[in-house]
């Protein structure tokens, strides 16, 4: 047995090996571009209906024969989407602070601080994953009218702070913001990051006087970087694409998100698709530059959930 191991190969098993590896490629490759090109498809479709006419977008038409760019403007104008998208902004970014404080603080907590009940606090965490939103969603509903317990007067006017007397947390940024700030996902992304921060960095940290709040800033966070982004992104994608739950507390326009606005806009719109993928193409659009731009942290965030080496 030992012997047939060690016979060199002959030069066609050479060859042979070589031509299998290019078939299996090619395969690959070819079931790759296959399926790019199925999920890359409506996005071009999207973008060159944008730049038609309305005749040629109602025609279903290709490739537009003179490209109306001035649609992106009409649609801006025609939906409101100046309010709409400034909407977003105020909500991505309280949403993206609140998450992070949030599950900076537990994900560390779950790693490195030792207390009783951890483990089953944990998992209770991670078992809220298999939990759809449909089912979450009339509960949140309830705790944000104040049907379960009172809850704190709101900011009804963005951008200034207005203590109303209302206590409910319908039309307000907190309503559409703090039920999703504790994500159970971006607990336990950065937890695996924070666990696997060597202990004698603890050690060394404990012996120039760092409690666990200094270790976290200086220590942890620079380290737990790509995770970090990675929650950023992740959360203002499902904050920017939040729908469902905006169109259920928000009854006035004061605080309902962009594509709440691209929902008003389909239905006032009519049959004017050219606008509509011209509405729809601004929509997604800050999430392409902000996913391009962080492409490399993000893909890492994602692949190591841990250190390397």
Same mark, same amino acid.
């Given at each position: 047995?030992?012997?047939?191991?060690?016979?060199?190969?002959?030069?066609?098993?050479?060859?042979?090996?070589?031509? @299998?590896?290019?078939? &299996?490629? =090619?395969?690959?490759?070819?079931? #790759? +571009?296959?399926? !790019?090109?199925?999920?890359?498809? *409506?996005?071009?479709?999207?973008?060159?209906?944008?730049?038609?006419?309305?005749?040629?977008?109602?025609?279903?038409?290709?490739?537009?024969?003179?490209?109306?760019?001035?649609?992106?403007?009409?649609?801006?104008?025609?939906?409101?989407?100046?309010?709409?998208?400034?909407?977003?902004?105020?909500?991505?970014?309280?949403?993206?602070?609140?998450?992070?404080?949030?599950?900076?603080?537990?994900?560390?907590?779950?790693?490195?601080?030792?207390?009783?009940?951890?483990?089953?606090?944990?998992?209770?965490?991670?078992?809220?994953? @298999?939990?759809?939103? &449909?089912? =979450?969603?009339?509960?949140?509903? #309830? +705790?944000?009218? !104040?049907?379960?317990?009172?809850? *704190?007067?709101?900011?009804?006017?963005?951008?200034?702070?207005?203590?109303?007397?209302?206590?409910?947390?319908?039309?307000?940024?907190?309503?559409?913001?703090?039920?999703?700030?504790?994500?159970?996902?971006?607990?336990?992304?950065?937890?695996?990051?924070?666990?696997?921060?060597?202990?004698?960095?603890?050690?060394?940290?404990?012996?120039?006087?760092?409690?666990?709040?200094?270790?976290?800033?200086?220590?942890?966070?620079?380290?737990?970087?790509?995770?970090?982004?990675?929650?950023?992104?992740?959360?203002?994608?499902?904050?920017?694409?939040?729908?469902?739950?905006?169109?259920?507390?928000?009854?006035?326009?004061?605080?309902?998100?962009?594509?709440?606005?691209?929902?008003?806009?389909?239905?006032?719109?009519?049959?004017?698709?050219?606008?509509?993928?011209?509405?729809?193409?601004?929509?997604?659009?800050?999430?392409?530059?902000?996913?391009?731009?962080?492409?490399?942290?993000?893909?890492?965030?994602?692949?190591?959930?841990?250190?390397?080496?």
């Amino acid at each position: 047995m030992d012997k047939a191991k060690n016979v060199p190969l002959t030069r066609w098993d050479i060859l042979w090996q070589r031509r @299998m590896h290019i078939l &299996s490629r =090619t395969v690959m490759y070819t079931i #790759l +571009i296959f399926f !790019a090109i199925i999920a890359v498809t *409506p996005f071009l479709w999207m973008i060159s209906t944008s730049l038609m006419t309305n005749g040629e977008a109602q025609a279903a038409k290709l490739i537009p024969r003179d490209p109306q760019w001035d649609n992106y403007v009409t649609a801006w104008k025609e939906a409101n989407f100046g309010k709409y998208f400034f909407n977003s902004v105020i909500i991505s970014v309280t949403s993206i602070i609140g998450t992070l404080v949030i599950t900076i603080l537990a994900g560390y907590a779950f790693a490195r601080i030792n207390f009783t009940g951890r483990n089953i606090m944990f998992t209770l965490v991670l078992a809220t994953l @298999m939990i759809p939103e &449909s089912v =979450t969603m009339i509960p949140n509903f #309830l +705790i944000v009218t !104040a049907n379960v317990f009172p809850l *704190p007067s709101p900011i009804s006017t963005p951008p200034f702070l207005y203590i109303g007397t209302e206590h409910t947390w319908l039309d307000t940024l907190q309503g559409l913001t703090v039920p999703f700030m504790a994500s159970a996902f971006s607990i336990f992304l950065l937890r695996q990051f924070f666990a696997q921060i060597p202990y004698e960095l603890w050690e060394a940290a404990r012996l120039d006087g760092a409690g666990h709040l200094l270790f976290l800033i200086r220590i942890c966070l620079p380290i737990a970087r790509p995770a970090i982004l990675t929650v950023m992104l992740l959360t203002f994608i499902g904050s920017w694409n939040s729908f469902l739950w905006p169109l259920i507390i928000t009854r006035e326009d004061t605080w309902r998100p962009i594509v709440v606005g691209l929902y008003n806009f389909r239905t006032e719109g009519g049959n004017q698709t050219h606008l509509m993928m011209a509405a729809a193409f601004i929509t997604i659009l800050p999430m392409l530059v902000l996913y391009f731009v962080t492409q490399k942290t993000f893909t890492e965030g994602l692949a190591t959930s841990g250190l390397k080496g």
